[in-house]
T-cell receptor
Framework: NAGVTQTPKFQVLKTGQSMTLQCAQD?????MSWYRQDPGMGLRLIHY???????DQGEVPNGYNVSRSTTEDFPLRLLSAAPSQTSVYFC???????????FGSGTRLTVV | AQTVTQSQPEMSVQEAETVTLSCTYD???????LFWYKQPPSRQMILVIR??????QNATENRFSVNFQKAAKSFSLKISDSQLGDTAMYFC?????????FGKGTRLSVIA
């Protein structure tokens, strides 16, 4: 049972480049979400999904796109990377209303 | 909107002593969950303890216990017999009808 798998673990981008952070879970969880973690700011919600085909914005959605075509996958897209998007990104999933969250190991992204 | 406030950016405690981390929150929902997560330098998010708001009894997990004051919207974490391995960032979090909302964290150092 792999849990929540995030790839890549580390990435360096140049300003203006695009990329996709991958998140996959094998627990048949309905809920998936993306967070960014910055020093002194805790984890802030970027986007989330309550099921395939359904997504919604969180606290800091600007500059990021998501889609949820399958239950298993919830990729996060940066269309034009900016230095302000340098952060550690976490994906998490949970099953319905049980509020038992599983986190991925995180992606450290640096935009230069 | 849901908010979580951790007023202690940093704390330290002597090994084998007891320490309490503070957390206050705000929500308009009646059904919600409260959490404490531990994040060691590996950046893995580890669930320490989970409290269901409708349960009056305070949750405990071995050396970790909470003081849940629902009317005051307070959710503090007590760590007894502190160990060097408890050194980490600790995040308080809240989940209701939306995904987890985190506080900014408390960095705990356990000193030998």
């Amino acid at each position: 049972n792999a849990g929540v798998t995030q790839t890549p673990k580390f990435q360096v981008l140049k300003t203006g480049q695009s990329m996709t952070l991958q998140c996959a879970q094998d627990m048949n969880h309905e809920y998936m979400s993306w967070y960014r973690q910055d020093p002194g700011m805790g984890l802030r919600l970027i986007h989330y999904s309550v099921g395939a085909g359904i997504t919604d914005q969180g606290e800091v959605p600007n500059g990021y796109n998501v889609s949820r075509s399958t239950t298993e996958d919830f990729p996060l897209r940066l269309l034009s990377a900016a230095p302000s998007q340098t952060s550690v990104y976490f994906c998490a999933s949970s099953y319905g209303g049980q509020a038992l969250y599983t986190f991925g190991s995180g992606t450290r992204l640096t935009v230069v | 909107a849901q908010t979580v406030t951790q007023s202690q950016p940093e704390m330290s405690v002597q090994e084998a002593e007891t320490v309490t981390l503070s957390c206050t929150y705000d929500t308009s929902e009646n059904n919600y969950y409260l959490f404490w997560y531990k994040q060691p330098p590996s950046r893995q998010m580890i669930l320490v303890i989970r409290q269901e708001a409708y349960k009056q009894q305070n949750a405990t997990e071995n050396r970790f216990s909470v003081n849940f004051q629902k009317a005051a919207k307070s959710f503090s974490l007590k760590i007894s017999d502190s160990q060097l391995g408890d050194t980490a960032m600790y995040f308080c979090a809240l989940s209701g009808n939306t995904p987890l909302v985190f506080g900014k964290g408390t960095r705990l150092s356990v000193i030998a």
